[in-house]
């Protein structure tokens, strides 16, 4: 038993590691090329990475079957994912976006303010309400971006803007991923085999409108292609694998340690960026990103708990009732004679 535990424990380290590892593989590569190379195209950088994870996703369950295809009928592709890949390319470009025009460090805590965007949505438009404690969590993770933002050395609005937004359309993706993929659960590798190509087609048009002359003028300006386009094709490679590691992630944690990894993980991604890229950062800065995060950590644990206790209370009802519907014992003597 404690083998087998030990095992399991292994199991789910090893899982957030590789989590970790391509999640900073794919920040540092994206912030090298715009920022070393000088590859000012976020809608290009996000058309490969997607091109790649259409390969990606098809060779995972095609051709290596590591997942077996969930069946979608072709109305439901058009329907509902077909509207989800538009927000996923949306999302894509947007952090792109923001990636060529800020730090990483202000990026990833902007990022971190995704939990709140998604109290807010679903209680304006969808009128649902929420526990004290749920908004009372949301305060520490307000109150550090806003600490960020005006501590920030390198503040830019375009590179702000972008990752406020991709917070707005990550919470609206996971909204809609409720109603329009209900039915079909679907995991990691089997959302990106379905998304990719969608997210290719809609945006592959307007990156060659937009950046295709730009592209060719720089690759006219570099003395060798060759390793630029070989890091930017690992780029791709590397967010089709940060997908797939997903997958593994969430099948060898639990909910909480997968939300305390999560916010490790921008931890580590912006202490690797800042050892890289040596963005500065004030002490004031410092603090407004360890306080989001930590807000962060306590939002996940508040929701953990909150449902736990609604599950509980489930349960509770549901065995209530299966008593109530328990004959007496003078009935049973009843119904015998």
Not at 99 to 112: A, D, E, G
Not at 168 to 175: A, D, E, F, Q, R
Not at 201 to 214: Q, R
Request: proline residues 4%; positive net charge.
């Amino acid at each position: 038993m404690e083998k087998a535990a030990g095992i399991t424990q292994l199991r789910g380290i090893v899982a957030i590691l590789q989590w970790w590892g391509f999640n900073v593989l794919v920040i540092i590569m994206n912030k090298w090329i715009f920022q070393k190379l000088d590859f000012k195209f976020p809608l290009t950088v996000s058309t490969v990475h997607f091109i790649c994870s259409t390969i990606g996703a098809y060779i995972a369950i095609k051709v290596v079957k590591v997942k077996p295809l969930i069946e979608v009928n072709p109305q439901d592709r058009l329907r509902r994912i077909l509207p989800m890949s538009f927000v996923f390319c949306v999302n894509i470009v947007l952090g792109n976006v923001s990636l060529r025009y800020i730090p990483v460090s202000f990026m990833q805590t902007i990022k971190s303010f995704t939990p709140a965007t998604t109290v807010v949505l679903q209680w304006l438009v969808w009128k649902k309400t929420f526990d004290r404690r749920v908004w009372l969590s949301l305060i520490p993770i307000v109150g550090g971006i806003v600490l960020t933002s005006v501590t920030e050395l390198s503040f830019n609005m375009a590179g702000f803007l972008a990752a406020f937004f991709g917070c707005v359309v990550t919470s609206t993706k996971t909204i809609l991923a409720e109603s329009l993929l209900h039915g079909y659960n679907f995991d990691s590798i089997n959302t990106v085999y379905y998304m990719a190509p969608y997210a290719t087609m809609i945006l592959a048009l307007p990156a060659l409108l937009l950046e295709g002359w730009g592209v060719a003028t720089w690759f006219n300006t570099q003395p060798s292609v060759f390793v630029p386009m070989l890091i930017i094709f690992l780029s791709g490679v590397s967010a089709f694998c940060l997908n797939f590691s997903i997958f593994y992630v969430i099948h060898a944690t639990t909910a909480v340690t997968f939300n305390v990894a999560g916010n490790m993980k921008v931890a580590v991604a912006i202490v690797i960026s800042w050892l890289i890229f040596q963005n500065p950062i004030s002490f004031s800065n410092a603090i407004g990103c360890s306080v989001t995060l930590i807000g962060c950590t306590f939002y996940g644990y508040v929701r953990h708990r909150l449902s736990q206790q609604a599950s509980m209370k489930a349960s509770n009802n549901d065995a209530i009732e299966s008593v109530q519907l328990l004959p007496l014992e003078n009935e049973e003597k009843l119904d015998r004679v």
